[in-house]
Structure formats: structure tokens, C-alpha cells
């Protein structure tokens, strides 16, 4: 099994370094119409590919997002920041959440995260608020931008 780079003892210490930066994922129209299909969120600009490519200033469908956002847990499991000995990690919650770019369909992100903090909220309970950035290949603006909160338990 592979050892994590991180523990409760050294986290604290490394606010404002980069805790990693994950593998591009191409956000295809499949994934797109798979995602409205189990939202029920079939809004045209993101599941009519021909009126999408007349209409919107985007030039094609775009990513839901929530599908954006969604993919934040995939690429975070692959960057790793996961001290090791954690018994348990829940999702605390986001901060600052913003959406600042269309991912057309087609387009590549990827999640660059920073660590914000690391903090002992209560007894073998320690708080993690890490900044993500969701990349898209080729454009200077990310994704998203926001604040993850996750509870660590040693």
C-alpha cells in the first residue's frame, strides 16, 4: 500500500503550498447527456448540439456546472491529500464557489489544489480548507474557483 506524503503533523505546517495537481479529463457530450439525464437538468445549451452551435456565443453544448463541480472528487482522490493514519474524510463543504468559465463539450480539466489550512477542530477531528482551481486546456480562465472543507478523522 502506498504511504501518503502527508500526516496530521506536517499539514499544518505547509499552508499555501500546492498539495498537487491532477490528470487531465475530457468533458465529452456523453458525459454531458449522461449528467442531464440523472439531474433532469436538460437545459438546450447543454444537451442540443445543433442549436447550441447556432445560438450561444460558445460555439458548441456546454458542461452543466454541477458537472464540473462533480468532477472535483475524482481528480481530488487522484491528487491524494490524505494524511496518512485518517480513519475517515467527509465533505464539509465548499466556500467561495464560483463559476467562471464554459467547459464546451469536448474541453479537458484538470484540479490544481492549494492548502489553505489545517486545523484540529475537536478531538482526532482536524479540518482541512484546501483553494481548488479547475483548469480548462488551452484558456487562460479556469472553470471554477472555491474553497473545499474536508473533515479528516485520525
Known sequence: METSRFTFDSLPGMAGEELGVSSWITVDQDLI???????????????????????????????????????????????????????????????????????????RVRLRSRLVSFKERLPRQFLMRSAMVVEIEGEARPALTAEALVLFVR
Open 33 to 107: 447527456d449522461r449528467f442531464a439525464e440523472t439531474t433532469g437538468d436538460r437545459q438546450w445549451i447543454h444537451v442540443d448540439v445543433e442549436r447550441a452551435r447556432r445560438e450561444t456565443p460558445f460555439g458548441s453544448t456546454i458542461a452543466h456546472g454541477y458537472l464540473t463541480l462533480s468532477l472535483v472528487a475524482v481528480m481530488s482522490y487522484e491528487i491524494g491529500a490524505v494524511p496518512e493514519g485518517a480513519s475517515m474524510s467527509v465533505n464539509y463543504g465548499l466556500d467561495k464557489l464560483r463559476f467562471l468559465s464554459p467547459v464546451r463539450a469536448g474541453s
